[in-house]
């Protein structure tokens, strides 16, 4: 998979491909990331990106010329998704996260400023993405937390892959508690069952743990579900 990024400040986003499982997947080869600065696009001699909003008002727009000279340059085999980080965009979900994981190349703009200029959403975008409803002054950390979360999904990411698809939001549940050594930390126990070395219990217990995290801490969650009487049973308890 391709990604290419499309920055003002290319240097938020470059220090974080070089750890962890970003760097891992890229020296893989199952990850190409490139980062770009719109201003190699601009063709005045202060490399101009932005200007006065037609109609006035405060803050200042991005030019559309440098982003759709970059865009034609970095689609070349024009199959790329175009995505627009935005506060506007639709809210990133994990199920978004794994769609997204199976494209081939996505382009990712990121804005600054007021905003872009709307005939660039209107004429290259083909998604817009929020990562939340706060309001960050740029696309860059948005485009990294895009770029980490379709990371670890890609096959090979994890060591161990089905983690990955078993952690919280891939089952629609929030995931449940975990623990390590030692059993015992000052009187702080680690739950028998977790000791027992019986997996079928085991297995029930961290499902019923999910199940009970997920009425308390993220109800909306359990909305899309359909449980069964038992397990109704454990959510009205939890709540
Ligand atoms: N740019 C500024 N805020 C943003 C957000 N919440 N999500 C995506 N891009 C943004």
């Known amino acids: 998979m391709k990604m290419d990024v499309l920055a003002l ?58 982003i759709f000279a970059a865009a034609e340059t970095l689609n070349a085999e024009s199959d790329a998704q175009f995505i627009f980080l935005t506060p506007q965009g639709i809210p990133l979900t994990q199920p978004m996260v794994e769609a997204l994981s199976l494209e081939t190349h996505l382009i990712l703009i990121c804005g600054r400023y007021k905003g872009v200029d709307e005939r660039v959403r209107e004429k290259i975008v083909t998604k817009e993405i929020s990562i939340g409803d706060y309001v960050l002054s740029g696309g860059e950390i948005a485009a990294l937390v895009i770029l980490d979360a379709i990371a670890r999904v890609l096959p090979g990411a994890l060591g161990d892959f089905e983690s990955a698809h078993e952690d919280s939001f891939s089952k629609d549940l929030l995931d449940h508690p975990h623990y390590t050594r030692p059993a015992d930390y000052e009187g702080l126990k680690v739950p028998e069952v977790l000791l027992s070395g019986h997996h079928d219990n085991i297995k029930k217990w961290r499902y019923v743990e999910a199940l009970k995290r997920t009425a308390q801490r993220r109800p909306d969650l359990l909305k899309e579900l359909e449980l069964t009487d038992e397990e109704l049973a454990i959510v009205n308890k939890a709540k």
């Not at 990850?31 to 037609?54: A, E, F, I, Q």
């Open 9 to 66: 400040f290319p240097e938020i986003i470059a220090p974080a491909l070089q750890t962890g499982i970003l760097k891992r997947i890229q020296d893989d080869g199952g990850l190409s990331v490139n980062v770009y600065n719109l201003r190699d696009w601009t063709t005045d001699k202060h490399k101009t990106v932005d200007d006065y909003p037609y109609g006035g008002g405060a803050g200042m727009i991005l030019k559309p010329e440098p």
